[in-house]
Antibody, heavy 122, light 107 residues
Framework: QITLKESGPTLVKPTQTLTLTCTFS??????????VGWIRQPPGEALEWLTT???????RFSPSLRSRLTVTRDTSKDQVVLTMTNMDPADTATYYC??????????????WGQGTLVTVSS | DIQMTQSPSSLSASVGDRVTISCRAN??????LNWYQKKPGIPPKLLIY???SLHSGVPSRFSGSGSGTDFSLTINTLQPEDFATYYC?????????FGGGTTVDIK
């Protein structure tokens, strides 16, 4: 059974760097075809894809946020870490990590963490 | 960048209705289109992937169709638990974009 859980600060100040950790179980990110994505949803707004990291350490980023994002994996701990620099109140959102379905050409996210609300405020 | 436009942005329907939601890409995305259901306080739930494949455990009243730039999600015989917001998501070139969402509420 695949599970994911996000952890990190609930409040960050403007200009600070956000670091979120996704701890997962039920799969290995070193197995061919696996991937983990980060998606966020500001209050009252739509879902927004941020980044996906793959089993071969390939990484894809939202073009609009690429300069602010870093994603890394620790296969020994079954964790993926997202960092986002220069946080702004507009980055206030619920941040989700999600498992990318294996063996599907459209790379859907089939398992999701519960999400963590991050508020950016001084 | 590929932009996804959903229509309508919201609709009101009754239990038992048939509902269709549209999703349009600004360039061809082949079949690389997924659909999710989102309820407040609950993570998104995958419904349909690769345009028309029903995800495991999803009721058969949900179906998807389309290709290229125009796609749709249909809910046959709307149930009380289907009142939610629905999002399409494209994954062409392994860069993902979500649509703006369609909220289905009770008439």
């Amino acid at each position: 059974q695949i599970t994911l859980k996000e952890s990190g600060p609930t409040l960050v100040k403007p200009t600070q760097t956000l670091t979120l950790t996704c701890t997962f179980s039920g799969f290995s990110l070193s197995t061919s075809g696996e991937g983990v994505g980060w998606i966020r949803q500001p209050p009252g707004e739509a879902l927004e894809w941020l980044t996906t990291i793959y089993w071969d350490d390939d990484k894809r980023f939202s073009p609009s946020l690429r300069s602010r994002l870093t994603v890394t994996r620790d296969t020994s701990k079954d964790q993926v870490v997202l960092t986002m620099t220069n946080m702004d109140p507009a980055d206030t959102a619920t941040y989700y990590c999600a498992h990318k379905m294996r063996y599907s050409s459209s790379d859907p996210f089939d398992y999701w963490g519960q999400g963590t609300l991050v508020t950016v405020s001084s | 960048d590929i932009q996804m436009t959903q229509s309508p942005s919201s609709l009101s329907a009754s239990v038992g209705d048939r509902v269709t939601i549209s999703c349009r890409a600004n360039e061809s995305i082949s079949h690389y289109l997924n659909w999710y259901q989102k309820k407040p306080g609950i993570p998104p739930k995958l419904l349909i992937y690769s345009t028309s494949s029903l995800h495991s455990g999803v009721p058969s009243r949900f179906s998807g169709s389309g290709s290229g730039t125009d796609f749709s999600l249909t809910i046959n015989t709307l149930q009380p638990e289907d009142f939610a917001t629905y999002y399409c998501q494209q994954s062409y070139n392994i860069l993902f974009t979500f649509g703006g969402g369609t909220t289905v509420d009770i008439k």
